[in-house]
């Protein structure tokens, strides 16, 4: 597997780029690989069905100029910004056939991030379909969604760290579908940082994926493929707060 630790300026670039490596693998320019990034700035996105005027508290983001984009995987809407590290895996079916089912693939894949935290001293729990949480107090720090294609999956997630979880309310309502073990709380209530430093919880999260090779510059392909993303794909998100339309 290759780690390709690249981060972009815009949200745009950012959201692409798992895209643009999910493609390559599927024409067989590219094969298994680890990716962090994390964005210097806020921008909120939204997952692939999800609805603005149900995940936004719409004032707020329009009040704030806060970027809207739209993913292609499902999950629900999250906040990015400094303190929320994400990584995506782009991994083979044929190598991997456990991930040949949806809800299995969410459990190997993120026992495997919980097990590389625990080298760290966190205590996590996987909580089905796609959150992990700390086990004492189950709140939650990891979200996770899938893009699925014909021989490559393209799992991302998140992991709060040093986020401002304030924004987080600020900026977000209560999902209309909440897991279980949610119990009602406030996003305040149920979020919560692993208070540990980005590059120890990379390298763990390296070292349990089996890194092989790193590569922190984009080659010909991915460049040439992510201009044509940009170009062509209109991810933004327009919206309206009832006195005009933002994006």
């Known amino acids: 597997?290759?780690?390709?630790?690249?981060?972009?300026?815009?949200?745009?670039?950012?959201?692409?780029?798992?895209?643009?490596?999910?493609?390559?693998?599927?024409?067989?320019?590219?094969?298994?690989?680890?990716?962090?990034?994390?964005?210097?700035?806020?921008?909120?996105?939204?997952?692939?069905?999800?609805?603005p005027q149900d995940d936004l508290n719409i004032a707020e983001v329009a009040r704030h100029q806060i970027p809207v984009v739209r993913?292609?995987?499902?999950?629900?809407?999250?906040?990015?910004?400094?303190?929320?590290?994400?990584?995506?895996?782009?991994?083979?079916?044929?190598?991997?056939?456990?991930?040949?089912?949806?809800?299995?693939?969410?459990?190997?894949?993120?026992?495997?991030?919980?097990?590389?935290?625990?080298?760290?001293?966190?205590?996590?729990?996987y909580f089905p379909i796609s959150d992990i949480a700390i086990a004492q107090t189950q709140k939650k720090f990891s979200g996770n969604a899938q893009k699925r294609a014909k021989h490559f999956i393209l799992h991302h997630g998140t992991i709060l760290y040093a986020f401002d979880l304030n924004l987080i309310e600020r900026y977000l309502t209560i999902p209309k579908n909440v897991p279980g073990y949610r119990g009602g709380r406030s996003h305040r209530e149920f979020v919560a940082n692993i208070e540990r430093d980005a590059e120890s919880i990379k390298k763990e999260i390296a070292a349990s994926f089996n890194v092989k090779q790193k590569a922190d510059v984009l080659n010909g392909a991915e460049k040439d493929l992510l201009t044509e993303f940009l170009n062509s794909k209109n991810i933004a998100v327009n919206f309206s707060d009832g006195n005009g339309f933002f994006s």
């Open 71 to 125: 993913r292609s995987s499902g999950g629900g809407t999250v906040l990015q910004g400094k303190g929320c590290l994400n990584y995506s895996l782009i991994l083979s079916k044929d190598k991997n056939p456990q991930l040949a089912d949806l809800k299995k693939s969410y459990q190997v894949i993120l026992q495997q991030i919980i097990t590389a935290l625990k080298k760290l001293d966190v205590e996590a729990q």
């Open 1 to 51: 597997m290759i780690l390709k630790d690249i981060s972009f300026p815009s949200p745009q670039e950012n959201i692409l780029f798992d895209e643009v490596l999910l493609a390559l693998a599927e024409k067989g320019e590219a094969d298994e690989i680890l990716r962090f990034w994390e964005s210097p700035s806020y921008f909120v996105v939204l997952g692939r069905i999800s609805k």
